[in-house]
């Protein structure tokens, strides 16, 4: 059974499947943030998606961070070492992109257990 949640006009954000979810196009709400606050509003809004779809960050098995200039890389990690516990953090890649859109500085997709 697949169970598709949280959609938009051109995708679903949390997709079930298989005793997985899969997470996509996860932003921070407030573009006017530095990279700290952007990252720290994207990981809460994944906690948030993770626990709708019946998981939590602790069952975090990938996650890809698109960042839209890597020389920001360190505030985004070190908003990720606050997040995460070391004993959870999963298989982990950072890409950098050229364009996110008006203000975005890093976007993220996950896949977890449930």
Same mark, same amino acid.
């Given at each position: 059974m697949i169970e598709?949640?949280?959609r938009t006009p051109i995708m679903h954000r949390v997709?079930?499947?298989?005793g997985l979810v899969f997470i996509g196009?996860?932003?921070?709400?407030?573009?006017?943030?530095?990279?700290?606050?952007?990252?720290?509003?994207?990981?809460?809004?994944l906690e948030k998606q993770l626990v709708a779809a019946g998981s939590d960050k602790t069952k975090l098995l990938s996650? +890809? #961070?698109? &960042?839209? @200039? /890597?020389?920001l890389k360190r505030p985004m990690n070190?908003?990720?070492?606050?997040?995460?516990?070391?004993e959870y953090m999963?298989?982990?890649? +950072? #890409?950098? &992109?050229? @364009? /996110?859109g008006d203000?975005?500085?890093l976007e993220l997709t996950a896949t977890a257990a449930i």
């Open positions: 598709r949640i949280e997709v079930k499947s298989g196009g996860t932003v921070a709400d407030d573009m006017s943030l530095d990279m700290a606050g952007q990252a720290a509003g994207a990981f809460d809004k996650v +890809t #961070i698109f &960042v839209s @200039d /890597l020389s070190d908003a990720w070492k606050e997040w995460l516990l070391p999963p298989a982990r890649a +950072t #890409i950098g &992109v050229g @364009d /996110l203000g975005c500085l």
